[in-house]
């Protein structure tokens, strides 16, 4: 859905070589996916502000669960358009996270969840977990991981996981994604960053999972152009792009 980090690229303003590359895997939304199950359900990972223009851009029907990573406003500023499901759907939206997410969506969003009934309103159910539960059918493990100070939850779902915005993993946690066929993680740039790993930190933790595949996420303009950067990065690693369709 979107593979950006939180100004997207292009960034408002810049007009470097990224920005204004014509490769269209240089242009990132914010970042998202859509994990489509093989019973048909869809579960989508964070809603961040450019969700309307994903779920049109991918001509989403449905959706049968929110996983939210953290409630950074590049992940959860989607969530007033949660109302267009509602209507179709008819019912609450089921949206899973940390208590940390909830606390902050609870604090941010108060106009959704205080029951005053104003007609229109968004319509969703935030599930706090912090071990293995269900949604949309599937069994869904919640990996803990920090993003400087903020714990985030990353998602395994069977043989794929999705982790964004973590800098840091703690050994028990990598231990839960071992055998994943496929792993998508966060690398924002080559250069360090105090809250996300850099390339070569997300490489670490790719060599330590040594998944079939793994595809980087949550990328910024800094990390250079996307052809550039693919052709210097190791087997089976991959860097992610906006309508990547991945079979697993
Ligand atoms: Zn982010
Ligand atoms: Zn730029
Ligand atoms: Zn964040």
Redesign the pocket.
Known sequence: MGTG??QGVPVIACHCDVCTSVDERDRRLR?SALLRTDGGKNILFDIGPDFRQQMLRQHVLALDAILVTHA?R??VAGLDDVRSFNYVQRKNMDVYLNGEAKRALLRDYAYIFARHEYPGLPEAELHEVDAPFEAADEKIIPVKAMHKDLPVLGYRIGPMAYI??ANHIAPEEIAKLKGVRLLVINALRKQKHFSHFSLSEALEVVEKVAPEKAFLT?ISHEMGLHADVQRELPQGVSLAYDNLEIEI
């Open positions: 980090t939180s970042t950074h590049d992940h964004t915005d949550h």
